[in-house]
């Protein structure tokens, strides 16, 4: 955990941080060695505060920023922890604001601490979710091409949330496309839903992009999405978010 850190007199002021580990199963590989990452605050008063309560928040006062690069630390430093005690960790995937990710600093700042800290950039997966603004693109393209150059992975993240365009998602070279889970909620049953989201992880693969999918409840859907060629699962089925300790 992090030293108490009064992140912006918007938030309340809070003593910790704590990453929580939700495992990620890798299908070429057969385990589950890569984790997603929950960042949450605790406050002596309110208790634990979630994502959906405090990003919004951190969002409008820009301190969203900062917030990402406590995150990264603490990921360096939960890696270099759990191989002391030789359990492995293949690669950490991060939720990342595109706010984060339009500043044009987040490149340098994300290598200064993986390069300080002393740990691969391909540990880490920044995953951003599809709504990215068009006034955004020119940062965001640019920051995506250098954190790729230099190792880190980089995902479009929750694909199918809301309104998307595949030719939208074609534009920015990364490495995984993430579908949200709410696109598997008839799956098993539904021939059209099961051909849309073949579609997707056929458009993947021509784009040269790997696909990743949350919300696997069931060995039956497991079994289907492995069929249709997904190269990440997770869900129920993999085990929910634990802490540092308990990750295996």
Avoid at 47 to 75: D, F
Avoid at 187 to 216: C, P, S
Wanted: with cysteine; glycine share 4%; proline share 3%.
């Amino acid at each position: 955990m992090s030293e108490t850190t009064k992140v912006t007199e918007k938030l309340p002021r809070f003593r910790t941080i704590e990453v929580l580990y939700r495992p990620v199963f890798d299908v070429h590989l057969n385990m589950a060695i890569d984790h997603y990452t929950q960042l949450r605050l605790m406050d002596r008063s309110m208790g634990i505060i979630l994502p959906e309560t405090y990003v919004p928040v951190a969002e409008k006062s820009r301190q969203i920023y900062e917030l990402g690069k406590i995150a990264l630390e603490e990921c360096c430093d939960a890696i270099k922890r759990c191989e002391a005690k030789e359990v492995e960790i293949d690669s950490l995937l991060m939720w990342t604001s595109v706010k984060q990710l339009n500043k044009k600093t987040f490149f340098n700042d994300m290598k200064k601490i993986v390069d300080k800290k002393e740990i691969s950039p391909d540990k880490f997966c920044f995953c951003i979710t599809q709504n990215i603004l068009p006034a955004d693109q020119d940062n965001i393209k640019e920051n995506i091409r250098l954190l790729r150059d230099e190792g880190f992975n980089v995902a479009i993240d929750d694909f199918g949330i809301e309104y998307s365009s595949l030719s939208n998602l074609g534009q920015y070279e990364v490495d995984y496309i993430g579908l949200n889970e709410c696109l598997l909620e008839n799956i098993l049953v539904d021939e059209r839903q099961q051909n849309m989201v073949q579609g997707i992880i056929e458009f993947a693969k021509k784009i040269e992009t790997r696909t990743m999918v949350g919300g696997i409840d069931s060995v039956e859907k497991e079994t289907m999405l492995k069929k249709m060629g997904v190269d990440r699962l997770s869900g129920p089925l993999y085990g929910t978010y634990v802490k540092e300790r308990e990750v295996k």
